[in-house]
């Protein structure tokens, strides 16, 4: 139990350093403390806070794909882009960019509550750093429980070690629940990439036959379908509708 508890203060750091910081910035932490020796030279050393400062930072991304609604979107994304068969258009850097705005959109409301019960409270000095990290991983494991698969999580369970240790999925540790949620995401962002390369596939096929009727052989069907499905997707307004899907797939809006 002991060790669960270290295990989660360090994977809630960086939702608690990415609230923290501008705090931080404000407070005017120094990076380098300068000691003066008695010979007249002096020594250069980084604080502990600098430290920890930048250990965080270097864990955020890895807490932006992996413990939010980022991966699902960008899978759906990358494999939207290939059901219409752009190479670079809309670029990796689009792509990433709308992922992770879309990713705090979602987010915002887990965020305002990590923020309401741990990081207030904390720099109010209402608690301690551990007891807001705790506060802080409640609500990213309510967040990671509602979109995670029972059968994804059993399997990790079992992989553990730990079958029947848990009464329920609330008190699997988060060394457990965030390969599961990864799982389930995957999962889920697949199944509304294959609903999404249905149309796509259907107009492939249909401009593939008539060129092939027409004798037409040289000719490649994905030059000429390309147009068809740029129109099809503009017609239907479809980054509206595949916003809409993803967002409402997190349980917003319902």
């Known amino acids: 139990m002991k060790n669960n508890k270290h295990r989660l203060l360090m994977l809630m750091l960086p939702v608690f350093m990415l609230f923290s910081l501008p705090v931080m910035a404000q407070q005017g932490i120094s990076a380098v403390t300068v000691t003066s020796n008695p010979d007249g030279s002096q020594d250069y050393s980084m604080t502990l806070q600098a430290l920890f400062i930048m250990s965080a930072l270097s864990l955020i991304p890895a807490f932006i794909m992996m413990m939010t609604s980022f991966t699902r979107i960008i899978v759906v994304l990358s494999i939207l882009r290939q059901a219409i068969g752009l190479q670079q258009a809309p670029s990796n850097q689009i792509l990433i960019g709308v992922s992770l705005f879309l990713s705090m959109f979602i987010m915002t409301p887990v965020f305002e509550e990590v923020n309401e019960r741990a990081l207030q409270p904390y720099l109010n000095e209402a608690m301690t750093s551990r007891q807001a990290l705790e506060e802080a991983a409640e609500p990213m494991r309510a967040f990671m429980l509602s979109q995670t698969r029972v059968k994804d999580l059993e399997t990790f369970v079992r992989i553990a070690g730990d079958e ?73 307004d479809g980054w509206n509708l595949i916003f809409g899907t993803l967002a409402t797939s997190f349980g917003m809006g319902v």
């Not at 599961?180 to 249909?206: H, N, R, W």
């Open 164 to 236: 029947g240790k848990y009464d329920e999925p609330a008190d699997v540790p988060l060394t457990i629940l965030i390969p599961s949620f990864i799982t389930s995401e995957l999962k889920t962002a697949f199944q509304i990439g294959f609903m999404l390369f249905i149309p796509f596939l259907i107009i492939d096929l249909v401009v593939a036959s008539i060129l092939m009727a027409m004798g037409m052989m040289m000719l490649s069907p994905m030059i000429v379908s390309l147009p068809f499905k740029l129109m099809l997707f503009v017609l239907v």
